[in-house]
Structure formats: C-alpha cells, structure tokens
C-alpha cells in the first residue's frame, strides 16, 4: 500500500512538473507577445492577434500553473489538473477562430 502511495506522488511530481513547465512557456510567451504589441506599434505585423484572446491564454497559463502546484502539493487528480488548462486554451482558441 505504501509502494502504491509513493508512485503515485512520484507520478503527480513528474506530471506537475511537466505541466508547470508547459504552462509557464505559454504565459511566458503571450506576456512577451503583448509586451511586444504594445511596446512597439511601429513594426507592422503580418497578422496580429488580438489582446483579449492573449489575455485568456495569460488566464490559462496562469490557471495552468495554479493547477501544476495543486497536483505537485497531491491535492487535486492528475487528470483533472491536466483538463482544466486544456479546457481553458480550447476556450480561447475556438473564441479566436470564431470571432477574428
């Protein structure tokens, strides 16, 4: 039983630590990219995203990184943890192509 116990925090360190990674690029990313859309309007993008979709993804990589910590700390499922930033990005992108 205890085996059981410590593979399962073993499991939830490594995928915590995968999701905290992947989300923290993402917020990363969308941070610079709206530091670089407003910073410096005078280079003419090809296509531009808009700040509201950038806002959401900044939501979903921060509420990415919220649940890395949950599933690092074994208090939320790894699925659970895994769905909601997945459900938070797919917001965003069918919000982008539906309505830009």
Same mark, same amino acid.
């Given at each position: 039983?205890?085996?059981?116990?410590?593979?399962?925090?073993?499991?939830?360190?490594?995928?915590?630590?995968?999701?905290? =990674?992947?989300? &923290?690029?993402? =917020?990363?990313?969308? #941070?610079? #990219? $709206?530091?670089?859309?407003?910073?410096?309007?005078?280079?003419?993008? /090809?296509?531009? !995203?808009? %700040?509201?979709?950038? %806002?959401?993804?900044? $939501?979903? &990589?921060?509420?990415?990184? *919220?649940?890395? *910590?949950?599933?690092?700390?074994? +208090?939320?499922?790894?699925? +659970?943890?895994? =769905?909601?930033?997945?459900? %938070?990005?797919? /917001?965003?992108? $069918?919000?982008? !192509?539906?309505?830009?």
């Amino acid at each position: 039983m205890h085996q059981e116990i410590d593979q399962n925090r073993s499991l939830n360190f490594i995928l915590g630590l995968t999701e905290l =990674l992947f989300s &923290g690029l993402s =917020l990363y990313h969308h #941070l610079s #990219l $709206l530091y670089r859309y407003q910073m410096h309007p005078e280079i003419l993008w /090809a296509f531009q !995203v808009p %700040a509201e979709i950038i %806002a959401l993804n900044i $939501l979903a &990589g921060l509420t990415g990184i *919220y649940c890395a *910590y949950l599933l690092l700390r074994n +208090k939320m499922a790894w699925l +659970k943890a895994y =769905l909601i930033p997945s459900l %938070a990005f797919l /917001a965003s992108f $069918l919000l982008e !192509v539906l309505f830009y």
